[in-house]
């Protein structure tokens, strides 16, 4: 069974920055594309950062492009999110989410097989 757990959310002001990370228990980790989503209240889940198991597909939001970087790293079947300049728009429930077929880096939230809990983030004005 595929466990994962997100770590690294908090509060912090706008223009400041997080990183979370996304530890996956899953033998078959370096084959999945990953993904990071986020979910505001009263929103829809939305697609913030993609990336396929060998890190050569990336994929990001307009709202998030030039301030966000996601990066894996299959020898500790992690996946991480750092947020630069960060801004309350931002603020949300981020999502780390597994997709086992892994050669492309799908956006669609739909596509993704494994989620974990998601951990919050603020960002204060």
């Known amino acids: 069974q595929v466990q994962m757990v997100e770590s690294g959310g908090g509060l912090v002001q706008a223009g400041g920055s997080l990183r979370l990370s996304c530890l996956v228990s899953?033998?078959?980790?370096?084959?999945?594309?990953m993904g990071w989503f986020r979910q505001a209240p009263g929103k829809e889940r939305e697609f913030v950062a993609t990336i396929n198991w060998n890190s050569e597909i990336i994929n990001y939001a307009d709202s998030v492009k030039g301030r966000f970087t996601i990066s894996r790293d299959n020898d500790k079947n992690t996946v991480n999110l750092q947020m630069n300049n960060l801004k309350p728009e931002d603020t949300a429930t981020y999502y780390c989410?597994?997709?086992?077929?892994?050669?492309?880096?799908?956006?669609?939230?739909?596509?993704?097989?494994?989620w974990g809990r998601g951990t919050q983030v603020t960002v204060s004005s």
């Open positions: 989410a597994a997709n086992w077929a892994g050669a492309g880096a799908p956006m669609s939230p739909n596509e993704y097989d494994y």
């Open positions: 899953a033998p078959r980790f370096p084959t999945y594309a």
